[in-house]
């Protein structure tokens, strides 16, 4: 009996397939044999790493960048998700942000987090919620065109129709839009600042009207407010700007509060 000639063919182009694939195996250079060490990545101005990532047969992977990187220690922090690094190229001193948008600088909580910076918490809306803290209403961080380090995070809190007094049942809920904050940060690149790892956040409304802001400040020293300007110890002063029309914001630390309104 002859075999199918259809089952040959398929049998015939299985093996060439198989063929086909051990060639290409061996002709790919073994990339990984060929990265660059902790040193040569670090001192680099290219990404050599992420370079040699995206030349695998698949493309980037977990897997390749299992054995170069540490151990992602973000669950073992008080703030729970981890933290995006920001600062001038090739500075040493970073600041961190926290990748759902709750503050810069936060304490770690664990004597394995090396604290820098003085950490600041935001707030939103009218019961002053930490921003980014539903998962469900956060956004994933974005970088401004694909590739700017300027990080946008946005985060939905809407705020109550009604706040004051108690209501009738049957009083009519007004259909509100719900307000979606925006988040921009991004680390200073001039030279002064960059040295002391300042970042700029910008906060904004995305959707609705009604925006309220309130920035808690924990200082390692003494701040105090002077001249429209809050300053340590040292007379380093914190800057705040707010644009018109994104509501009230609100400056508090232990032991003083302030509540600014945005001015024409």
């Known amino acids: ?14 093996c060439w397939s198989w063929f086909l694939a051990v060639a290409v195996a061996r002709a790919e250079p073994n990339v990984e044999g060929t990265l ?3 040193q040569e990545a670090m001192a680099s101005k290219q990404d050599l790493w992420g370079l040699a990532a995206m030349k695998q047969r698949n493309g980037a992977s977990y897997e390749f960048f299992e054995k170069l990187l540490p151990p992602l220690r973000y669950v073992n922090a008080a703030f729970h998700y981890y933290p995006i690094p920001l600062s001038a190229p090739n500075n040493p001193v970073k600041a961190r942000l926290i990748s759902n948008g709750s503050g810069v600088n936060l304490a770690g909580g664990a004597r394995s987090w090396n ?25 994933q961080p974005t970088l401004a065109e694909g590739w700017l380090p300027i990080v946008e995070i946005r985060y939905r809190h809407p705020s109550p129709a009604y706040t004051d ?51 808690e400040i924990a200082p ?3 701040l105090r407010f002077v001249e429209g300007k809050v300053v340590n110890d040292t007379g380093a002063c914190w800057r705040f700007s707010i644009p018109i029309g994104a509501g009230s914001v609100s400056l508090r630390w232990p032991g003083f509060g302030l509540e600014l309104q945005p001015h024409c």
């Not at 009996?1 to 299985?14: E, G, I, Y």
């Not at 604290?115 to 956004?139: I, Q, W």
């Not at 719900?178 to 002391?196: G, H, K, M, Q």
Request: proline letters at 9%.
């Open 1 to 14: 009996m002859r075999p199918c000639p259809v089952f040959s063919t398929l049998k015939l182009l299985s």
């Open 36 to 38: 660059a060490t902790f």
């Open 115 to 139: 604290d820098v910076g003085t950490p600041v918490t935001f707030h939103v809306g009218p019961d002053e919620f930490v921003f980014g803290s539903l998962r469900e209403r956060l956004e």
């Open 165 to 215: 007094g108690p209501l009738p049942l049957d009083h009519p809920i007004p259909n509100l839009v719900p307000e979606v904050y925006r988040l921009e940060a991004f680390a200073s690149t001039d030279s002064v600042l960059a040295s002391n790892g300042v970042v700029f956040v910008k906060f904004d409304l995305a959707q609705g009207t009604n925006g309220l802001l309130a920035v």
């Open 220 to 222: 390692k020293g003494h």
